[in-house]
């Protein structure tokens, strides 16, 4: 009887001796477990940023990144769409942008210039203007300083900016400070050095002032401006004619048909003569604008 529970008692011992593992896991759950959880604690990444984690913060990097360079295109693009928005109104009418192309040359030097200025109480200014297209102003002013000239002569080279300038009645208009081109009308003609020169004037008699203008095909030449000196016009159109031929040519920048163009002038050029024998008895060149002629 001992010996059969001996020999069961044995074979028990074998059994869990070959099955310890299954064994001690329903034997002592709790201490397997506390070992368990207790396990990460002496891992590898104890100290460390775990893989998964690096992983999530590159690719929230990379998709921030991502963000701002869709943020930086749309402004890009926005910024280039109101800028040529801004320009479509130029784009649309050439005639403000070529305007716009004139600029100030101050390192030019006067190419023309006034002879025998006999009246030392008015300030004389010169001013150069330029075109990329290649076009240039000369611009004389005389009058007192700080207040508007009395008299205006401008010397307009043509360039390739030509074709898409104003008419010259519309631009005479604007320095002469009236308001639209058809409040002038014309005012006869003088004669002169370089041939005969319109005159106009404004329609509706505010200011005494007289405008003229002179084109030139060769060299490509326009001589306009105004004046608003003396008190009567038969006056006023002599001080024009003796200011047109007091004009002298200093340089010609390597233009030889602009020479062409003066020195044969200063051969007909005549002496400044007083008002009464400035007005020619030609009802053309009257001082009176004719009554057929009209507005321009």
């Not at 990444?45 to 869709?70: K, Q, V, W």
């Not at 716009?100 to 109480?121: E, K, L, N, T, Y």
């Not at 010169?126 to 290649?134: I, N």
């Not at 010259?168 to 004669?191: K, Y």
């Amino acid at each position: 009887m001992l010996t059969r529970r001996l020999m069961r008692k044995g074979k028990r011992q074998r059994f869990y001796a070959r099955n310890a593992h299954k064994t001690t896991l329903h034997r002592v759950p709790g201490r397997l477990m506390q070992s368990f959880l207790a396990s990460p604690a002496n891992s590898y990444y104890a100290n460390r940023i775990h893989p998964a984690l690096t992983s999530f913060a590159d690719e929230c990097c990379g998709m921030l990144a991502r963000l701002i360079a869709y943020v930086g295109t749309l402004a890009l693009l926005a910024i280039v769409g109101v800028h040529l928005w801004d320009r479509l109104p130029d784009i649309a009418d050439p005639g403000p942008a070529a305007q716009a192309g004139w600029s100030a040359a101050s390192r030019s030097h006067p190419a023309f210039a006034i002879s025998q200025i006999d009246s030392p109480d008015k300030t004389e200014t010169y001013e150069v203007l330029r075109h990329p297209a290649g076009g240039r102003k000369d611009v004389l002013r005389w009058g007192p300083a700080g207040v508007w000239p009395l008299a205006e002569l401008e010397i307009y080279r043509f360039g390739a900016e030509m074709g898409q300038s104003d008419p010259v009645t519309a631009e005479l208009a604007a320095r002469m400070g009236v308001q639209s081109p058809s409040d002038l009308e014309a005012a006869g003609v003088i004669d002169s050095k370089f041939g005969h020169v319109t005159l106009l004037r404004p329609a509706d008699g505010a200011r005494s002032c007289l405008g003229f203008f002179r084109r030139i095909d060769e060299p490509g030449l326009q001589i306009s401006g105004w004046s608003c000196q003396s008190e009567t016009v038969p006056a006023r159109r002599a001080a024009i004619s003796c200011m047109l031929n007091r004009l002298v040519l200093l340089t010609a920048a390597n233009d030889p048909k602009l020479v062409e163009l003066f020195a044969p002038a200063e051969l007909r050029r005549s002496a400044c003569t007083s008002a009464t024998s400035a007005v020619s008895a030609d009802w053309v060149t009257a001082a009176q604008n004719p009554l057929l002629r009209g507005r321009l």
